[in-house]
């Protein structure tokens, strides 16, 4: 199975700031990758698909990079709705691992 | 408007069985491949299974292999997951999301909840 390493797993940040979320695949993936946004009670929304591509009506701030075993999602100023917990996933191959998420909290 | 709606969970015993359910409208359901993924309290997310559009190829976590079965039903735009031998350690949110394609999990249900205890 691929495993997916996230880093950091926890961060914090303030409105504005420029933040970076690292997704290591333990094996070359190409660029099946997807990132996803969850807010708290609520179900994992698609941000961006095939490591780059921004799913539609998702904010240009967000952005995706990356292919192999190396991926980066960055927010380039963070707003307060961008607060939630970030997980990548792989859709290579079966099992469709996700990492285990990076939780961005308002410093 | 894409919608997935899912219902069945509730509260089981270990050992129990329960099938979950998921409602798919506003698309043409029977074009995509459908998957489950689930989330224990305060955890991350857990891929279950995935089945093709045309129920050809299933695929299943290791975690949950020979005790659930997942089907669909396109003349219903039904997606199922049959879950038997139930564990404490499958408690969590269970949600169905739309593959597009393989390239994401592009819609996501609000989830069931499914608790496993005596």
């Known amino acids: 199975d691929i495993q997916l390493t996230q880093s950091p797993s926890f961060l914090s940040a303030s409105v504005g700031d420029r933040v970076t979320i690292t997704c290591r695949a333990s094996?070359?993936?190409?660029?099946?990758l997807a990132w996803y946004q969850q807010k708290p009670g609520k179900a994992p929304k698609l941000l961006i698909y095939a490591a780059s591509t921004l799913q539609s009506g998702v904010p240009s701030r967000f952005s995706g990079s990356g292919s192999g075993t190396e991926f980066t999602l960055t927010i380039s100023s963070l707003q307060p709705e961008d607060f939630a917990t970030y997980y990548c996933q792989q859709l290579n191959s079966y099992p469709f691992t996700f990492g285990q998420g990076t939780r961005l909290e308002i410093k | 408007e894409v919608q997935l709606v899912e219902s069945g969970g509730g509260l089981v015993k270990p050992g129990g069985s329960l099938r979950l359910s998921c409602a798919a409208s506003?698309?043409?359901?029977?074009?995509?491949?459908m998957n489950w993924v689930r989330q224990a309290p305060g955890k991350g997310l857990e891929w279950v299974s995935s089945?093709?559009?045309?129920?050809?190829?299933?695929y299943y976590a290791d975690s949950v292999k020979g005790r659930f079965t997942i089907s669909r039903d396109n003349a219903k735009n039904s997606l199922y997951l049959q879950m038997n031998s139930l564990r404490a350690e499958d408690t969590a949110v269970y949600y169905c999301?739309?593959?597009?394609?393989?390239?994401?999990?592009?819609?996501w249900g609000q989830g069931t909840l499914v608790t496993v205890s005596s």
């Open positions: 999301a739309r593959d597009s394609i393989s390239t994401a999990l592009d819609y």
């Open positions: 089945i093709s559009s045309s129920s050809s190829y299933i």
């Open positions: 094996q070359g993936i190409s660029s099946y």
């Open positions: 506003g698309f043409t359901f029977s074009s995509y491949s």
